[in-house]
């Protein structure tokens, strides 16, 4: 586990921000509009015991409901009670593939020619981005936009006088979580995602940051190699759980 995982786990939680959030019991509850998981979903990082687990459990049942959203459990290494995720499967949550995150130390490099970091969401970035989610995704996207915290970055690589791949990186003490990094199908395996993930990383080091986050899909057969090329190592495992029906 890498040092301090905790503050690890508590910046990739935070880079994507839920548009309302309610704590249960040490349970941190997140909504949004119910396209993405990390903002619609039980961040069970933490479990006081106020209430006993199967009670907690009808209670998200019935925040997410009346919200006319699905029950949705983000399963963490760290999550509080222990049995969390074997309670969830015998109540009928289905488990949906299984996640890694991953950590590097920042290392001074110079920004690629070919990238660049901008403050605000340029609109190629948003453009790329957006156009490769799904629907819900998309719709639900510009609000995260404006909830996203201060020390935020939007990096873009640009070939051929357009936006070619896009990364966001956002900062929280001296770590930054790396999010959203998409290359535009016709230029992959061309170098597109190692610029941006490069350009990451020469915005960290001049954040003063010391350590890269980011969280990827096990079976991303495309990105986790580069990422493991890169130097970034696995530190933390996560799953979803939803309630079927």
Not at 34 to 57: H, K, L, M, Q
Not at 189 to 203: D, I
Not at 214 to 240: C, E, I, M, T
Request: net charge neutral; hydrophobic share 40%; aromatic share 10%.
């Amino acid at each position: 586990m890498v040092a301090d995982g905790f503050a690890a786990q508590l910046c990739l939680r935070d880079a994507w921000p839920s548009f309302e959030t309610a704590e249960l019991g040490g349970w941190l509850l997140r909504t949004g509009h119910g396209g993405y998981n990390r903002i619609n979903s039980v961040w069970p990082g933490r479990f006081t015991g106020e209430v006993s687990c199967d009670d907690a459990i009808d209670r998200v049942e019935a925040f997410y409901q009346a919200r006319k959203q699905t029950p949705r459990f983000q399963i963490l290494d760290i999550s509080e009670p222990s049995g969390l995720d074997q309670m969830l499967e015998q109540r009928g949550y289905l488990r949906q593939p299984e996640c890694s995150d991953m950590w590097k130390a920042v290392t001074p490099v110079a920004m690629p020619a070919d990238a660049s970091v901008a403050f605000n969401a340029p609109e190629e970035w948003v453009s790329l981005y957006a156009g490769e989610q799904s629907p819900e995704r998309a719709a639900e996207f510009p609000r995260i936009l404006e909830l996203l915290p201060g020390d935020t970055g939007f990096v873009v690589c640009r070939r051929n006088g357009r936006a070619a791949g896009v990364a966001l990186v956002g900062r929280r003490g001296t770590n930054v979580a790396i999010d959203c990094v998409v290359t535009r199908p016709e230029a992959r395996r061309s170098g597109v995602a190692r610029s941006v993930m490069t350009a990451a990383e020469a915005w960290a080091a001049t954040r003063g940051a010391s350590r890269l986050l980011l969280s990827v899909v096990n079976d991303n057969a495309a990105a986790l190699p580069l990422y493991l090329q890169l130097g970034y190592r696995k530190f933390a495992a996560y799953h979803y759980r939803y309630k079927a029906g």
